[in-house]
């Protein structure tokens, strides 16, 4: 009834105008809100003391204090945590693609008994986070010597089913018959998997290693358990320390922290605006398999 | 007999042709093995040594133990300061879940309403949505702790402007602890869920709409009716990630409340975390960790039954 008054009181391309207008409203308004955050990241890492403790809302500083940055840079070993961040996740890049590549082609294209067996055990490991396993993980590592080492920060995230499976989802998908015309030119296993597999799977490749870059990047947890000596820190574990940077007490010198995470998270700004289209859509397509 | 090999015939063009035998590549199996090998190593052999581990009194500062039986099992389920703190961090667990879920999915299902627009502006901001996921929790957690700063940060300072003149202590209160980090990690994740859902509703056909739309029905009745039960295999999809990675949580307790005030946001792996790091009770800690295994272990397994049996699938 009310549907229907409403119809008669404005023709429908008023309507139709309304309706898009208050959308795009409600969808900036959503997406600044959404933003904000990052913004008063930026904000924050370019203001003096006084502001940051002023009791007034200073919403860009009044001159941007680039000196912040090279506080933090000068305060800790950043560039340190950064090389330390960057070996880790280049080691579990490699070894995740590398590993992930060989098995997914066993499991898609290979002829061996237990196939399928070993496709379960690979799956079940999906069901065990490292949340569970950390403490006997933490006692080996700890044996053998390599704490506070980048191959005992890589070790626990070196092999990851999930890339697997999704390799293999895709190298299903690689008709035989490419497979054989290859083989009868006389091209060996690595050569097809490498020449012809891995470039057929171009987009699964780089879906694969952009979640593999960002769960090591991002890696919080494993880093924090098994790095206990500063030099050694990852990122976002350095980070966290910029906040008892002043004697061990937690501070507000909030404009350097913020510095701090602006600085450790502008790979990711750049990993993300290179790849944003990949990242949109290979997510997607990953969450409907 | 593991390498028999058997002669298959096959009759192709009324001719009987002999097949060669199926083979076992030992190239297959090798490539396979590193991955197959390092998995057991780094997720079963733990589990194996949990259990183990469960039975001892193992001291983090210490490299001798004792096996002492079932008593960290008796401890677990009758010592009066376990069972407050294990049942806490279970209920604080669950809690932050279902938040997160409700969170997460709801308003990510409104934002893939409202950001159903395939134009070049709107593409923008979805990106700018979307963008905070990738972004360290841990970064993203300091950032929070900055804006839901007592004294000098930016929400209560909008709050003054609504006439909230006392600053909300948003991390020391009891229950907005858990609220704050319900907002962060909601912040962080519904971009995820908006992506998720827009995609399934562009998979939607467009002739369910028109159809319904001939037959009276309203906007109202065509998302209950057309746009629910069709995105039900994402719903499912996005709630058993969603569940399982919240009851994982601990990066964003970890930084905004350190598991306090008075342990009201302390999660179960903040718990076990505490009791093997900050205790040194390894022995507990495994004890707490296996329990936590079997609830995970549960939770999927019924979940994934649930999956087969009301989902609808065509779309």
Redesign the interface.
Known sequence: MQ?TTRKTALPPRVRHTVGITV?TI???L??VI??F??Y??LA?SLKTEAE??????TFWPKVPQWVNFAYVVNKVPFFRYMLNTAVVTALQMTSELL??V??A???S?????G?HF?FI??L??M???I??????????IARVGLMNTYWGVW??G??S?YA?FLLRQAFMTVDDSYLEAARVDGMG?LGVLFRIMVPMCKPTMITVGLTSF?GG??N??WP??IVKVQNMYV???G??RL?TSYGGEIT?N?HQ??AG?LL??IP?FI??ALF?KH??SG??KA??K | MFLKKKTRTMVINGREVHLRPEKFYWSDFFMALPAVLILILITYYPVAELIRISFTDWRLTSREYDYVGWKNWIWLFTAKTSLRYLTNSLRVTFIYTIGNILIDLGIGLLLAHLFNHLTKPYSFMRALIFMPRYIAMSSCGIIFLWMLNTDYGVINKMLEWVGVKNHINWLGDDNLALVSILMLTGWHGVGYCMMIYLSALLGISRDYYEASSLDGATGLQQFRYITLPLLSPTTLFLFITTFISSMKVYQSVDVMTGGGPRQKTEVMVYYIYRLAFDDNRLDRASVVALLFFVVLLVITASTLRITNKNVHYEA
């Open positions: 549907a959308r409600l969808a900036v959503v997406t959404m933003v955050p990052l008063w990241l924050t940051v403790m002023s009791s007034t809302i590993l992930g060989l098995a082609y066993a499991f294209k290979g002829k061996f008994h196939k070993f055990v690979v079940g490991a069901m065990i986070p949340q569970v396993t950390f403490i006997p993980l933490y006692i080996v070790i626990a070196c092999v089913s697997i296993k960002m990047w991002n919080y947890f924090k358990v990122l976002t574990v980070v966290q906040r507000n909030y922290i913020m995470v450790s998270i990711v990993v993300f944003q990242m949109l997510f997607t969450a409907m």
